[in-house]
């Protein structure tokens, strides 16, 4: 049976750069865009399994549609040079595949897919059109259906005229009509002002076409009516725009369509030219190495050396030359990992030393080496590796490159960045995984030491092809300097903080446990006394039966299950009832014994006496850090009996204090900055209490009139601003009606308007860009920004807005830390940075160095990074942590 596709290759290929990371191969040509194409290709080809193909292009800025109207498409920014570059690079792929592609001067490729559906369509073939374009859902009929591209190129929705009249109510060609009243920014078609997607889907279901609708705004009124009168002609021109020409003069015959599938003796060679080696592992391809380019390495035998102490003087005068370092270990916490091995290599040999060779004395050179901060290391996750050698008695200093760290800066909300999953987006091969050479779970075991030496300096071999690449994308993304002056520092500083850990008071964690235990049993008895009955309060289905049965509260939500007795549900039902407040606290305290108390007790290292946290640089899209084994940045503080947790901190030596300091609403700083709003600079200049002076602001009174209530709405705003607000969720958090929720944001607009703005702006900025940065140039990648879902967009648009703000906050307090560290060095200080914990940093600090630190730490963070309002840190100690808050 015949299948046919159409690709809009404009379309898909502009999707595929904004969505895709910077990616270039070892010649420095970008390919990010070919590649996201050819990876939806590829799944498009395995799905449908086409018998004839074409990908449409526009040939030249200017069209028939430019003779009536010169400002078509006139507001679109200029393509990168990085995407153009791309076109004959993706043409060339195509033509190597053995599909059709074509193009005319005049006509667009909408045009061109027009002309070959309707074609279509006469001789009775169905046809499936890819696009990114909502403007093809014209084409859509019994014959023709669209595939819209979503989140970037990922993922595709299929339109056929059933599934338009669905979403839109229209049939495919009213769907021109849409673009006539609502206009389209992108190509420059103004449509009739003030018109969106809704007010002209309204307006088509009551009259049908824009003819229609210009022929009876006898039945609009007030501005509406206005609006249409006045710009009918607008209208009249968008809707000829919007319209694809079907009788473009084609000498393209569906013969010269035919598609044979892809030939592995002309696509692996273009393929291995772009080094797109994971889509090459995909098709089960294999390069000749005479057809391969020369920079495919990983294709070639590397020489590898297993290191003994009888061959260890072979490797000792190299070492100046070396620079690149594997460590392979095992388990997910690196404080108690198991050392597998390490690779050294000049990138000529590859030098496998095994943990019994490392600890040998013939190998004291190569563990002077290491431990060396004057001999530059790159590697993969060096902070990892420090904490790898370190529990296993080994140094390590003077990381100079860590291509995880890299990375994450390129794509950070990418989940897979381990070494394979880094190395696939540059097209480079791995020929095994960890779970194939070592096994999986209880079947893990060692290989022969061959084998294991093969496979790890195959890494290593990987990881010296990286760093060229990840060099030029980190300076062509302008994160040169974020890289090396602020991630790569702070990666040895955290390292430096976890080995020195923080002492943790068993006894003081135990008391706090038995308190814990008969605050909850009282819980208990009182709950089961109010219930009449004894029941399973860990059982959602039994304590729903209690509450709503046999208490008769209000249902507020059902599951599949039965009733939902999440917090948010007994949250509501507090008020109603005594037993709901107790079953709360009974929750909090419950989760303090097991995640914090009982949690805390596994985690202290019996040789430390210490809790030794393991911080995370590349797990959080903002740039925020993360905490594992334990998790010291989720203990609770809004309940006193979570704060009481910290006291179980305390100082490592005697007389020494614990000292913490503490960011003041850095986030909403960051925001009046970037902002430049007035009102909220004012506010910061002038230290007042920003959220009584966002409500003397919006509800027009003076300081002394503000309440309680006043100013906890304020700050239910003011935070709501920094995590992209909505009147949902303002409502909830204030318990007020949605309504008066969007009033109260319309009247902080209204005084804020320069926070609006910036808004507004960034949002249209990462619908150009597909990114948003953050004041030290920290990417976020937005693919979603442009969905036609409203959720998938929204959240794009949310994003957009609070990435800024909270990743530069998360930007300050690691600069704070970088500089916090030097001036320890400079001033010789005894004093020790212990944590991070969001806003806050803690030190241990000797009693003779307190004045010292109480006046240090505060500098030090207030001029981290110099913004239009001052930075704020606040300064508290005591002889545990709890005492210095």
Request: glycine fraction near 6%.
């Amino acid at each position: 049976m015949e299948k046919f596709i159409l690709i809009d290759g404009n379309s898909i290929i502009y999707r595929a750069f904004f969505a895709m990371p910077p990616l270039t191969n070892s010649s420095g040509l970008h390919t990010n865009a070919v590649y996201g194409f050819t990876t939806m290709l590829l799944r498009l080809l395995e799905e449908h399994k086409p018998t004839h193909m074409m990908v449409a292009f526009d040939a030249g800025k200017v069209t028939f549609r430019h003779e009536g109207y010169e400002e078509y498409k006139g507001g679109r920014q200029k393509t990168p040079p990085e995407l153009s570059e791309q076109f004959p690079v993706l043409k060339e792929l195509l033509t190597a595949f053995g599909i059709a592609q074509f193009e005319l001067s005049g006509y667009e490729a909408d045009d061109i897919i027009g002309t070959l559906t309707k074609r279509a369509d006469e001789a009775g073939r169905e046809v499936l059109v890819v696009t990114g374009d909502k403007d093809m859902l014209q084409l859509a009929s019994e014959n023709v259906n669209i595939a819209l591209t979503r989140k970037g190129v990922s993922e595709i929705e299929n339109y056929g005229p059933k599934e338009i009249e669905e979403r839109y109510g229209l049939t495919p060609l009213q769907i021109i009509d849409l673009k006539g009243l609502m206009g389209d920014t992108s190509d420059n078609i103004p449509g009739i002002p003030g018109v969106g997607e809704k007010t002209a889907l309204k307006l088509l279901h009551q009259f049908g076409s824009v003819e229609e609708v210009l022929s009876n705004t006898s039945e609009l009124k007030g501005k509406m009516k206005e609006k249409i009168e006045t710009h009918a002609e607008d209208a009249r021109l968008s809707k000829r725009l919007a319209t694809i020409y079907r009788e473009v003069p084609l000498e393209k015959t569906w013969d010269d369509m035919v598609f044979g599938g892809i030939q592995e003796e002309s696509a692996a060679p273009a393929l291995a030219k772009l080094e797109f080696k994971s889509l090459l592992e995909r098709l089960a391809f294999t390069v000749k190495q005479a057809d391969a380019d020369e920079n495919t390495p990983e294709e070639e035998a590397i020489e590898t050396v297993i290191v003994m102490e009888d061959n260890i003087a072979d490797l000792l005068p190299l070492l100046p030359r070396i620079k690149i370092v594997h460590v392979e270990s095992r388990g997910d916490n690196p404080h108690h990992a198991a050392l597998i091995g390490i690779v050294l290599t000049d990138c000529e040999k590859y030098y496998f030393i095994s943990p019994e060779v490392l600890s040998s004395e013939a190998c004291t050179g190569i563990r002077e080496w290491l431990g060396d901060s004057e001999k530059p290391k790159q590697g993969y996750d060096l902070h990892r590796v420090d904490l790898v050698l370190h529990a296993n008695g080994l140094p390590f200093a003077g990381a100079d490159f860590d291509v995880h760290l890299a990375g994450y800066l390129l794509d950070p909300t990418d989940s897979n960045q381990t070494l394979w999953g880094v190395a696939s987006k540059y097209g480079l091969a791995r020929l095994q995984s960890d779970d194939e050479v070592f096994g999986k779970g209880a079947k893990y075991k060692l290989p022969e030491e061959k084998v294991v030496c093969e496979y790890l300096c195959r890494k290593a071999e990987t990881i010296s092809r990286l760093i060229s690449l990840q060099q030029k994308d980190l300076e062509e993304t302008g994160m040169h300097e974020l890289f090396y002056d602020l991630e790569m520092p702070l990666s040895r500083i955290l390292a430096d903080m976890e080995k020195q850990g923080i002492k943790a008071n068993v006894d003081e964690l135990k008391a706090l446990g038995s308190e814990f235990e008969q605050t909850i049993s009282s819980l208990v008895a009182k709950i089961y006394e109010i219930a009449g009955t004894e029941f399973n309060l860990n059982s959602p289905k039994q304590l729903g039966e209690i509450l709503f049965d046999r208490l008769g509260l209000p249902v507020i939500k059902k599951t599949k299950t039965g009733y939902s007795t999440d917090a948010e549900v007994l949250e509501k039902l507090a008020p109603y009832h005594e037993i709901v407040q107790h079953i709360l606290e009974y929750r909090s305290i419950a989760k303090l014994q097991s995640t914090y108390v009982e949690g805390l007790l596994k985690e202290i290292s019996d040789k430390t006496g210490k809790v030794h946290t393991y911080y995370r640089q590349t797990i959080a899209a903002t740039g925020r850090l993360s905490s594992q084994f334990p998790n010291l940045q989720n203990i609770p503080i809004r309940l006193e009996e979570g704060r009481k947790i910290r006291k179980v901190f305390v100082p490592s030596e005697e007389n020494w204090y614990i000292l913490a300091a503490d960011y003041s609403q850095i986030e909403l700083r960051v925001l009046a900055h970037i902002s430049d709003d007035d009102n909220l600079k004012e506010a910061f200049v002038h230290d007042m209490d920003i959220h009584t002076k966002t409500a003397m602001d919006v509800f027009g009174v003076e300081e002394s009139a503000v309440d309680s209530n006043m100013r906890r709405s304020a700050k239910a705003v003011n935070f709501g601003i920094v995590y992209g607000i909505s009147d949902y969720g303002l409502s909830q958090n204030l318990n007020i009606t949605r309504k008066e929720a969007s009033q109260f944001i319309e009247q902080y607009f209204e005084v804020f308007k320069g926070v609006r703005k910036f808004m507004d702006d960034i949002v249209k900025q990462a619908k150009q860009d597909g990114y948003v940065t953050t004041l030290l140039g920290r990417r976020r990648y937005l693919p979603e920004i442009n969905a036609s879902n409203f959720n998938l967009r929204s959240f794009a648009e949310r994003t957009a807005m609070n990435t800024p703000i909270q990743g530069t906050a998360a930007d300050i307090i690691k600069l704070a830390m970088v500089h916090m560290d030097a001036a320890l060095t400079e001033k010789k200080l005894k004093s020790r940075m212990l944590l991070q914990v969001h806003d806050e940093l803690v030190f241990e600090v000797p009693e003779e160095e307190l004045e010292i630190m109480k006046e240090l730490v505060p500098e030090v963070m207030g001029k981290a990074l110099e913004l239009a309002v001052p930075l704020k840190a606040e300064v508290s100690f005591g002889r545990n942590w709890y005492e210095a808050k």
